[in-house]
């Protein structure tokens, strides 16, 4: 296809976007079929409006795709009975060939209520593949009679995974006690698998107390670290599907449940349910007198109270022992979401530190953004802290700010007094300030976002648009490349990778392009903000993030030389307010060498 524009407005400096057409060549045509010199299309396809139902059926499992569906649509359409017998042949004693094939009889059958227990028990006792299997399972869906929903559940306790899988999701209900043990057997089997929760808490509905009770006796089991997240789920699904008044009562039932087991052995269990529960009753906004949603549902009973305070004392012993399993400190910094700042702030402060993972710092920057107030805002955009984040942190303490409105007001005053930088924002981040319900406050955010870069730099742009008339030489341009940009930047395979690669820059504007080499500081992409980083043999380095693991992190600097550093010997990291690419790049050129430049950058 054709365009004239191929960057996306984003990747273009503000001031720029709204001066072009984006849809300028969409009318040029597109390529319809590519094919050899002198070949013959094979386009003649079978008539089958003529055709029997008989053979049809027979064309379900033909070689041409176009014929099978066709038939398919065909029989679909006339569902007129003729075929019914040949039809349930195909489902239960199937000729050699498509497994397709016996699928779409399935469907046909099933379409004009002809599915019966004797086709359901013929699946059962062969030897059927799980494909078809799986289809003939999602058909017992809302059907009631016996044999169907004995076929889904028997489906569940098959050896097949996906067949074990569809035969949860049909099971949405109505449910009884029978129903709610196979779920909760199928949670054991399988609960460690995201999927495999997703589908049983699209069946479970409202019956999520029902399954807690009938997975008391592998609370235990569930205190291994792969186990954490189903019990957390279950905790979320609770909160937003039952009534405020029944949550305290699946508290306390998780509360009770390490009675019959090492008590300590059920603390990872019971904070990653408790976490849960917490956040869904904290969206249904439970919370009351300045205490969070959690410790009010624990206050209606003295001994769920008494062991909640336990959880939160291991919880903070958990989040500062490093050698403990991340799951595990991920559980309890979720728990201490939920306490307060004089037992979680000091815990969850001490993990936002370069030498903790990232993983780890941004769930304690999610924990701490949950807490009453707006100190933990403020402390956020303390300058040098805010310096001192990695990117996937910065992202994580951007995102809980502008989610909350008593923080919102927080970040814009750090960019307003410049601790935030305007571009470290992302432009599609900044609705919740320039869309402010109050006016006033949209009108700051409008100014604190404008296209930064120092006035007197912007001044030396306007006076350097000029080289962009006079006449140019890409050859020469190549020269001035290799020369002033490659120790940073590849183009077309030559050079370093430091910078953004800048093959594609030509189908920037010239001004664009211009701006950027003008004034690197007026926007800088993510992903390459520059850091400092001090190690504690006394080094300072300087240059971008390639790499950021949980025990070391990787810094590229000029030429591509890169530096692998371990968390543990980094002193200080720093993320710098300006481009890692200089100032006044223009002076080490005269300005037919950046005509020529420009030139080679654009293709020309």
Not at 94 to 113: C, N, Q
Not at 142 to 149: I, N, Q, V
Not at 180 to 199: E, K, Q, S
Request: charged residues 20%; proline residues 5%; hydrophobic residues 40%.
């Amino acid at each position: 296809m054709y365009r004239k524009v191929i960057d996306h407005p984003q990747y273009l400096p503000e001031f720029i976007r709204g001066t072009l057409d984006y849809e300028a060549g969409k009318t040029m045509g597109r390529i319809y079929r590519v094919v050899p010199v002198n070949s013959k299309l094979q386009t003649q396809n079978p008539k089958l409006d003529k055709a029997s139902t008989k053979e049809l059926i027979a064309k379900l499992n033909d070689a041409n795709g176009w014929v099978r569906t066709t038939a398919f649509r065909l029989l679909a359409e006339r569902n007129d009975g003729v075929g019914d017998s040949d039809l349930k042949q195909a489902v239960m004693s199937p000729a050699p060939g498509r497994a397709s094939a016996r699928v779409a009889a399935l469907h046909l059958l099933s379409k004009a209520g002809k599915l019966g227990s004797e086709i359901f028990d013929s699946i059962r006792m062969n030897e059927t593949p799980d494909e078809f299997r799986m289809v003939a399972v999602k058909l017992t869906e809302g059907r009631t009679e016996t044999f169907a929903k004995t076929f889904a559940l028997e489906s569940i306790m098959g050896v097949s995974g996906p067949v074990g899988f569809q035969g949860v999701l049909c099971l949405s209900g109505p449910h009884t006690p029978e129903t709610v043990a196979y779920l909760a057997m199928f949670a054991f089997r399988h609960g460690t698998n995201r999927w495999a929760r997703a589908a049983l808490f699209s069946s479970v509905g409202s019956q999520g107390q029902a399954l807690l009770d009938s997975s008391a006796s592998n609370f235990g089991y569930y205190s291994q670290p792969e186990w954490l997240p189903l019990l957390t789920e279950l905790g979320q699904l609770i909160a937003a599907s039952d009534s405020p008044t029944n949550l305290g009562s699946a508290l306390a039932t998780s509360m009770g449940f390490h009675l019959g087991i090492d008590k300590v052995k059920a603390v990872p269990a019971q904070s990653a349910f408790a976490s849960g529960l917490g956040n869904g009753a904290r969206a249904k906004g439970l919370g009351k007198d300045g205490r969070s949603a959690l410790v009010t549902l624990a206050s209606a009973n003295p001994d769920t109270a008494r062991r909640l305070g336990e959880l939160f004392a291991a919880a903070s012993k958990t989040v500062s022992t490093a050698s403990a399993p991340t799951p595990e400190r991920l559980a309890a910094i979720d728990l201490l979401a939920h306490s307060d700042a004089a037992i979680a702030g000091a815990a969850l402060q001490s993990l936002i530190a370069p030498q903790t993972p990232n993983e780890l710092q941004a769930a304690a920057v999610r924990a701490l953004s949950q807490l009453p107030g707006a100190k933990a805002g403020e402390w956020f955009v303390e300058r040098e802290r805010w310096r001192s984040y990695t990117p996937p942190v910065r992202d994580a303490v951007l995102t809980a700010m502008l989610s909350q409105p008593a923080l919102q007001l927080v970040l814009l005053e750090a960019v307003e007094k410049s601790v935030v930088q305007p571009w470290a924002v992302p432009a599609n981040r900044r609705n919740p300030l320039l869309k402010h319900k109050d006016a006033a406050v949209a009108a700051r955010a409008t100014k604190a976002f404008q296209p930064q870069g120092a006035a007197d730099r912007m001044k030396v742009y306007e006076d350097y648009k000029a080289v962009l008339a006079l006449p140019a030489n890409a050859k020469n341009g190549k020269a001035v490349f290799v020369k002033t940009c490659a120790a940073c930047h590849q183009f077309a395979g030559e050079g370093q990778r430091v910078g953004p690669e800048l093959t594609g820059i030509r189908l920037q504007p010239a001004e664009a392009i211009l701006l950027h080499i003008i004034v690197p500081d007026a926007e800088i992409y993510l992903g390459f903000t520059a850091y400092d980083i001090e190690t504690k043999d006394g080094r300072s380095l300087t240059g971008l993030l390639t790499s950021d693991t949980p025990t070391s992190v990787t810094l590229r600097a000029a030429q591509g030389v890169e530096e692998t550093l371990l968390r543990a010997n980094i002193a200080k990291l720093t993320s710098s307010s300006t481009s890692l690419m200089p100032n006044e790049l223009e002076k080490t050129m005269t300005r037919q060498e950046l005509a020529d430049l420009m030139a080679f950058l654009k293709g020309q």
